[in-house]
């Protein structure tokens, strides 16, 4: 089960609406719910639906928010100029901007400075940590018990990927261990671990 399925007759799903709220309905397979399906609005898990509604607003908030604050057009031909975009370190668990000059990703938002990235990092650092680092667009079974997260860190215990305690070391001089610091993301999906 991955969130996404087409449920059988008569039985409840999810979809989001233009506003951003997740909505229950009844699968009857008429045109209203094939049109949801085929745009991949339909959704068969509703942890699944809230989370990518929250996704979508703040995309949406971000492609705005560069847009009106954007001081020129992006250019991707011209190699002088940066397009920044803003990334997550899960290595040292923060937000930073990276300098793109001639590299488009798909989806991604990008700002004419660095400054105008770090406006929108203060504007909007609560749901944009959330993005990444609790987000999930799908569901992962783990014992029967559907969670978030991927197969190595739904369980919260990275031990079975040789992380015990969700510890790592921390390198000092020479590559020699210095400090052990606990995990807070998985470092393999992202999603916050149990403190």
Known sequence: MTGYERVKESEKYYHINA????????????????????????????????????AEILMRQLR????????????????????YEICFDYDGNELFINDYSSIRM?????????????QAIEEFESELIWYFTEYCDHVV????????????????NLANVGINDNRIALLGGNNRPEKEQKLKYCPNCGRKLEE
């Open 141 to 156: 079974e783990d014992n029967k018990i559907v969670k978030c997260g991927c197969e190595l860190c739904s369980n919260g």
């Open 19 to 54: 506003t951003g709220e997740t909505h229950t309905d009844f699968e009857d397979n008429d045109n209203f719910n094939n049109d949801l399906y085929s745009n991949a609005n339909y959704y068969s898990d509703e942890t699944v639906a809230e989370n990518n509604a929250r």
């Open 106 to 118: 798909f989806g991604q938002i990008y700002f004419t400075s660095e400054e105008i990235a770090k």
């Open 64 to 83: 705005r928010f560069a847009v009106e604050n954007n001081e020129r057009e992006l250019d991707w031909k011209n190699k002088r100029l940066g397009e």
